[in-house]
């Protein structure tokens, strides 16, 4: 059996050999990727990732595309990218009945319609001010929960709440996004309103006894399934080939979407919800960013303080750990 010297000590060929060391080693690799920095590493380069698919999705926009067409292939990636982590994992595609149901519901109000208004009005926003108005999610999940008997009342929360609101005015004033047009500003925030519906839908109901990683594969399977006429019949159907800029920017942003959002489940179940759901800050600051970046926007000092205003008011509606152990 050969080995092989590394400053004149030799090192075993089979791991296996030395359990000791193995063991060790195991045991250091654990503690690094369960310790406070690693896990604070991964969640700020998810909200870096995650934030460039706004204006990713704005380049895909770019020469024409439209909606129904980009959501299909946007769903296939996904499909293929969640289906190979489930496969990895040893858990495949659940078929029982409400699994089935719960795809097409979210495919419907989570992806579907929110995917539809986001490619029409990012063609005519700024792709930084899409990413401020996607904070506005948990400002309106808010008041639905407390109508549906999901959450309690707080002075705290309903302050975050009038912040938010704020903070969309400032935008939709004259000195706010420049030019923007209120009619599509109104459409943009239709995809919240339907995140909002689908996180109260999901914290009702649950995931039918799915974890996330699976339960979105499902639903990429089924939106993609339901996209597919809709973007034939309404002749929105994208050829991508050959792929130019705008399609390496739709198949850029469906990755990133996919893996980052398996890499959100895996940090939720390493250091809490609560802790993984910072990346909410991370995704819009980044977002602001990547528009100024990737597509040269800029922005007046009134969308910078409803940028402020906006983040202060997430911090405050979020809701807080209650026996959860926080990192």
């Known amino acids: 059996m050969s080995d092989h010297r590394a400053g004149g000590l030799v090192a075993p060929s089979n791991p296996a050999a030395d359990p000791v060391s193995s063991a060790l080693s ?41 909606p129904f067409g980009l959501i299909f292939w946007q769903l296939l990636v996904g499909a293929v990218v969640l289906g190979a982590v489930s496969g990895f994992r040893g858990r495949g595609l659940v078929l029982t009945r409400p699994a089935l149901t719960f795809y097409v519901v979210v495919a419907v109000i989570g992806t579907i319609i929110p995917n539809a208004t986001f490619y029409a009005s990012v063609v005519h926003l700024p792709a930084g001010i899409m990413s401020i108005l996607i904070s506005t999610v948990p400002f309106l999940a808010f008041p639905m ?31 706010g996004g420049g030019a923007v047009s209120i009619g ?30 699976q339960a979105m594969f499902g639903v990429s399977v089924v939106g993609m399934v339901l996209a597919a006429p809709l973007a034939w019949g309404s002749g929105q159907w994208v050829d991508p080939f050959p792929m130019a800029r705008a399609e390496w920017a739709l ?56 940028l402020v205003i906006m983040l202060t008011g997430v911090a405050l509606v979020q809701p807080r750990a209650r026996a959860e152990a926080l990192v």
């Open 145 to 175: 929960a407390l109508a549906l008997g999901l959450d309690r009342f707080s002075a705290g929360r309903l302050a975050g709440l009038a912040l938010g609101l704020t903070g969309v005015a400032l935008i939709a004033s004259p000195g």
């Open 184 to 213: 599509w500003l109104m459409v943009a925030m239709v995809g919240p309103l339907f995140y909002a519906i689908e996180a109260n839908f999901v914290a009702r109901g649950g995931t039918a006894g799915m974890d996330a990683v």
């Open 251 to 306: 198949a850029a942003s469906s990755v990133v979407h996919a893996l980052v959002y398996a890499s959100y489940v895996w940090l939720a179940s390493k250091a809490g919800s609560v802790f993984a759901s910072q990346t909410a800050y991370l995704v819009t600051a980044s977002g602001v960013f990547w528009a100024m970046l990737l597509l040269g926007e800029r922005f007046s000092p009134v969308v910078w303080a409803a």
């Open 26 to 66: 195991r045991e250091r690799e654990s503690a690094f990727v369960d310790s406070r920095w690693f896990l604070v590493l991964v969640l700020i380069l998810l909200g870096l990732a995650w934030g460039s698919t706004q204006s990713l999705g704005k380049m895909a926009t770019a020469t024409g595309h439209q």
